[in-house]
């Protein structure tokens, strides 16, 4: 074994040459062409008479070696074999040992380009930390967003909007995911795709970070209880490394719209950041709009239709600069295609909201006025436009809840990180009392910790029962008809959101069929979590929550208009402004009345009409209309009601 360690150690020189990368590879076949050139020429120089000197045959074969068109030249037959072995060698090592090698280096290269490694040379561009299922309909929705976004692209000064996304392993078939996503298409050539996590310093400088407009941080999925580093804790280190990178770099901080799952960090995010931020809780504005659906029920239509991008009417803010001097009531008459909601009054550094205001409200420089509207050029005055009489909407009187004789009885199947949140949000209704029973497979002594740990004021009455509702026989002992309404949760626990919606898919058709045996009918509530399951179940008589859609949604908007979360926290939270119901039959309404005659009715007991819900689908499966053209005729039908906004104490 002993006269091998020159030869190992030869290799070992070698392969140590050759891993550092394509320059160390070409030079090492760079050597072997030498060796291989110097060895055939000193082979042929005793032939004599063909050379001169030695250089003149190592150029010899040096030529033989690379390019095997020299080999008809040679004379004689020793001449002749020295030339062919030059020439197979010159396949093997220089063609194919080059080839291979640059080639390699090309492959290598471009797999690195397509890593998303490379820094951008951006500014006043937008930038979402993070690629999860939430991501792709918020990169729609962004996308989508042509009246905001031509406004956003203006007052930033640019004229391109680029957007660029952090992903932790960006690659080629995110971008292929990222074409099929409805509403972006041919548009992703608009987004950059880089590789890291929104924790690594470096890769807040890859995205270019400190020279966005907008850095959107949507919260991570599929939170577990049992994790001690939760998506709000990687958002509050995100925060924090995006602060200290600007100190370092004496650079101004961006604006930046980041997600919560819990609301009572709210105020660490605030701290974490001393930037222009705003938070959206994810959690909480899913549980509140459960929490109002339940007192309402069919109110899920509206706020998917107000709170996704491309399916009817959504709530607009305008900054006041060219309705100065205005009233409500003159601002509406020049916009017959949209509805007046409110006004934003500035307080400081905080806004006040002002929805259901009165008509007579004059409109300041720095107000801002909340519209609803099919498209952003609906809520801009048009001479064009045909001009409405103005409605004159009486000073607003909050309503006073009912309270309720007897509770609720709710049936939420399943479990996940939003129950603490709902059944908070459940308890700041004092005026409807609810008696909840949670039904999962999840421990019952984890789910009162969870509940206890997140509110410390007495929740709603809430039993727990171990069971698993996939199973028939323990669905059929709960007896969901004897409810009043039925929540299917898509679980957190779950390695993808498809297979969460696929659970609670599967748990709701089996929960219609033990439906259809009953005459009473609860309302049913289905939680999704997976954009791409809504259309499965298009048709069926249950309310439909895509929490990723809404949260998207909310979380684009805030970002292009920084004023909408207040509207949004006032819209949905207990108290104040509320979307309701109403009885047409409450009203002295003739047989056949217009949009507009409605509206003016209804304003004059201070509440702002929004459309109709209808008792019967249309073909489409569709119960709302929202904000019809003013002169239409709605002609109300038996259970039909009246979608409105009032005041409520």
Not at 53 to 58: H, L, R, T, W, Y
Not at 217 to 228: E, G, K, Y
Not at 422 to 429: H, I, T
Request: charged share 20%; aromatic share 4%; net charge negative.
């Amino acid at each position: 074994m002993q006269p091998l360690r020159i030869l190992d150690r030869l290799k070992f020189v070698i392969e140590r040459q050759l891993v550092k990368g394509a320059g160390f590879q070409l030079m090492v076949v760079a050597l072997f062409i030498a060796l291989i050139s110097l060895v055939g020429g000193l082979l042929v120089l005793p032939v004599g008479g063909a050379f001169d000197s030695v250089g003149s045959a190592i150029w010899w074969a040096f030529l033989r070696l690379t390019d095997p068109g020299y080999l008809g030249d040679d004379v004689g037959n020793w001449q002749r074999v020295v030339s062919t072995l030059l020439t197979i060698s010159g396949y093997v090592v220089f063609m194919g040992t080059l080839v291979a090698i640059l080639t390699r280096w090309l492959i290598a290269k471009m797999a690195d380009l397509e890593r998303g490694l490379t820094p951008v040379t951006l500014k006043n561009h937008l930038v979402v930390l993070g690629m999860s299922r939430q991501s792709l309909p918020l990169v729609s929705e962004l996308l989508a967003s042509s009246g905001r976004m031509k406004r956003f692209l203006e007052k930033h000064e640019t004229q391109r909007l680029n957007l660029v996304v952090l992903s932790e392993e960006a690659s080629a078939d995110q971008l292929i995911e990222l074409r099929n996503q409805p509403g972006i298409g041919r548009r992703v050539r608009r987004v950059i795709l880089r590789s890291g996590t929104a924790i690594q310093p470096e890769a807040l400088n890859r995205v270019a970070c400190l020279d966005a407009a907008v850095v959107i941080l949507p919260s991570a999925p599929n939170d577990s209880v049992s994790h001690l580093v939760t998506s709000d804790v990687e958002t509050v280190k995100a925060l924090l490394s995006i602060a200290a990178l600007a100190r370092q770099s004496r650079s101004p901080l961006p604006f930046v719209v980041a997600e919560i799952q819990d609301i009572r960090k709210r105020a660490v995010i605030e701290r974490a950041y001393p930037g222009a931020a705003e938070v959206v809780a994810g959690d909480a504005t899913i549980s509140r709009l459960m929490a109002q659906n339940l007192l309402h029920p069919g109110l899920s239509e509206v706020y998917n239709e107000l709170l996704t991008a491309g399916s009817g009417n959504e709530i607009f803010v305008r900054g006041g600069e060219s309705m100065a001097g205005l009233t409500l009531a003159e601002i509406a008459a020049a916009r017959p295609s949209a509805i007046v909601l409110g006004v934003l009054k500035r307080n400081h550094h905080e806004w006040h909201v002002q929805l259901v205001a009165s008509s007579d409200t004059r409109v300041d420089t720095d107000d801002r006025v909340i519209l609803m509207a099919r498209d952003y050029a609906d809520t801009e005055a048009s001479p064009e436009r045909q001009r409405m009489a103005a409605v004159r909407l009486q000073e607003p009187r909050a309503v006073t809840l009912e309270r309720s004789s007897e509770p609720r009885r709710i049936l939420v199947l399943g479990w996940n990180r939003r129950v603490p949140s709902l059944l908070s949000e459940l308890a700041s209704y004092p005026c409807a009392g609810f008696h909840l029973t949670c039904v999962s497979v999840v421990p019952a002594e984890e789910r009162e910790l969870a509940i206890r740990t997140y509110s410390s004021t007495p929740p709603v009455i809430c039993r727990h029962i171990e069971a698993d509702y996939m199973l028939e026989g323990e669905l059929r002992q709960l007896e969901p008809s004897t409810y009043d309404s039925v929540i299917l949760l898509s679980s957190d626990r779950l390695p993808s959101g498809e297979e969460a919606d696929a659970r609670a898919m599967v748990g709701y058709l089996q929960l219609e069929d033990v439906l259809s045996a009953s005459a009473h009918r609860p309302q049913v509530i289905l939680e999704l979590s997976d954009p791409a399951n809504r259309h499965l179940l298009d048709g069926s008589p249950a309310e439909m929550l895509v929490s990723p859609v809404i949260l998207s949604h909310v979380l684009a908007q805030v970002a292009l208009r920084r004023e909408l979360r207040v509207v949004l926290d006032e819209l949905f939270t207990a108290g104040g402004a509320e979307i309701q119901f109403r009885d047409p039959a409450d009203y002295p309404l003739p047989e056949s009345v217009d949009f507009h005659h409605l509206k003016k009715m209804l304003a004059e007991g201070g509440e702002i009409t929004l459309g109709v819900f209808r008792a019967r689908p249309d073909k489409q499966g569709r119960h709302l209309i929202l904000n019809p053209p003013r002169q239409h005729f709605l002609d109300l039908q038996e259970a039909d009601k009246l979608v409105v906004l009032c005041l409520t104490e």
